[in-house]
């Protein structure tokens, strides 16, 4: 199990991998603590039998760049494989403003040709390679040095048995002629805006139970504030102060410090200092925002005029559309999805691409009276009018 630790032994790794037609890629790497992910380690293997196909990359070593695993992830002749991706390309588009291309996320493909949704890497690698995965070091700290053995087995078949993944389909993708909607699919991963978390919009994720105008602005101020301060300092955005302790504050709009001691739910550390300043600050911008920049929530969807009846029928015949062609439903559409298609909405993923192909035709036409579905057995026939 070979660690590398310098510069110059991962460039000659990237090097002779280069020669392959792809290379499987995985990390290990903590987030308890920080606001960004820490890497602690790099696996990579090729396909070869060779000694030294599959390594392991040791980024918090000194004398190691990982510049060379960035040109490999340029090199658009080698596929990069991963299996459920957007936490590990976060973390290369976060250090180094790279994406690997061209792209392989086994987790995608797994979905795409019917091994259900969110396919855990363990389940392929039981039904794939007819083998199990030793998960005992899954919750491990990464960071800590030396590695065990036992932790270095286990990361390594991470990227190991990926290889076998990768090829079985790869090949089913190509057979039934789907490999295009893969590639639609993981367009979204190598997207900057995926993973560019904006500060003025992280009050939108926080859970409200009102929809006040005045309220939200205190929300938005505040809920900008601490991304802002987690961003910068890095650290976990509840280090700063947790979803119900903002809440708390935008109920009772503190004014002074003495105000904040008072808080039920505020962390001590965050009744002094910079964080007690920001919070303040961040109240009194939101009581005294100006009536026509108050936020807004969007409540189009709550107001769509849902047809029930063709709701459910939608859903019978996304469940039928699926289940005759293999892929996971919940790729398709969503329950929201469909309630959007039943009220008159087309601007829905499902309605357009692949997904258009496989379901969004028919959905169409069953709106618009041109096809029934007739229960046949087991199965759901469609029925042209």
Same mark, same amino acid.
């Given at each position: 199990m070979k660690t590398l630790t310098t510069t110059q032994e991962l460039a000659a790794f990237c090097t002779a991998a280069a020669q392959y037609p792809y290379v499987t890629v995985d990390t290990e790497f903590l987030r308890e603590r920080t606001y960004y992910s820490k890497l602690c380690l790099v696996q990579l293997a090729v396909p070869s @039998?060779?000694?030294?196909? #599959? $390594? &392991? $990359? *040791?980024?918090?070593?000194?004398?190691?760049?990982?510049?060379? &695993?960035?040109d490999l992830f340029r090199n658009e002749s080698v596929v990069k494989v991963f299996h459920a991706a957007r936490q590990d390309l976060e973390i290369f588009w976060v250090d180094a403003g790279v994406f690997p291309t061209p792209l392989f996320d086994t987790q995608v493909a797994a979905m795409v040709c019917g091994f259900g949704e969110q396919?855990?890497? @363990?389940?392929?690698? +039981?039904?794939?390679? +007819?083998?199990?995965?030793?998960k005992t070091s899954r919750f491990t700290d990464w960071s800590r040095r030396p590695l065990t053995d036992a932790q270095k087995t286990y990361a390594l078949a991470d990227v190991t048995h990926l290889r076998k993944i990768y090829e079985h389909l790869s090949t089913e993708l190509k057979?039934?002629? +789907?490999?295009?909607? $893969?590639?639609?699919?993981?367009?979204?991963?190598?997207r900057p805006e995926t993973y560019d978390i904006r500060p003025e919009e992280a009050w939108r994720r926080v859970k409200t139970r009102t929809n006040s105008a005045k309220f939200l602005a205190v929300v938005k101020e505040l809920a900008q504030f601490r991304e802002a301060h987690a961003q910068e300092n890095n650290v976990p955005r509840s280090r700063v102060f947790k979803d119900d302790a903002l809440i708390e504050m935008a109920s009772t709009k503190p004014k002074t410090p003495s105000d904040l001691g008072g808080s039920r739910l505020l962390l001590r550390e965050a009744r002094k200092g910079a964080i007690a300043d920001g919070i303040l600050a961040a109240v009194k911008r939101g009581v005294n925002c100006p009536q026509d920049q108050l936020p807004k929530v969007d409540n189009s969807r709550d107001k769509l005029k849902v047809n029930? #009846?063709? !709701?459910? &029928?939608? +859903?019978?015949?996304?469940?039928?559309?699926?289940?005759?062609?293999? $892929?996971?439903?919940?790729?398709?559409?969503?329950?929201? *999805? &469909?309630?959007?298609?039943?009220?008159?909405?087309?601007?829905?993923? !499902?309605?357009?691409?692949?997904?258009? @192909?496989?379901?969004? @035709?028919?959905a169409l036409k069953l709106c618009e009276g041109k096809i029934a579905l007739a229960a046949k057995g087991q199965a759901v026939d469609v029925v042209a009018l």
């Open positions: @039998e060779d000694e030294g196909s #599959a $390594v &392991l $990359v *040791d980024p918090l070593a000194e004398d190691l760049s990982l510049e060379p &695993l960035y396919v855990g890497y @363990e389940t392929l690698v +039981r039904k794939i390679c +007819r083998e199990g995965v030793d057979n039934s002629k +789907r490999d295009h909607w $893969v590639v639609e699919e993981l367009r979204i991963l190598t029930p #009846a063709l !709701a459910d &029928l939608l +859903r019978v015949l996304l469940k039928s559309k699926t289940e005759s062609a293999g $892929v996971a439903a919940k790729l398709i559409a969503s329950s929201a *999805d &469909l309630d959007q298609i039943a009220a008159g909405e087309r601007d829905v993923p !499902a309605m357009s691409g692949w997904r258009f @192909e496989v379901f969004g @035709e028919d």
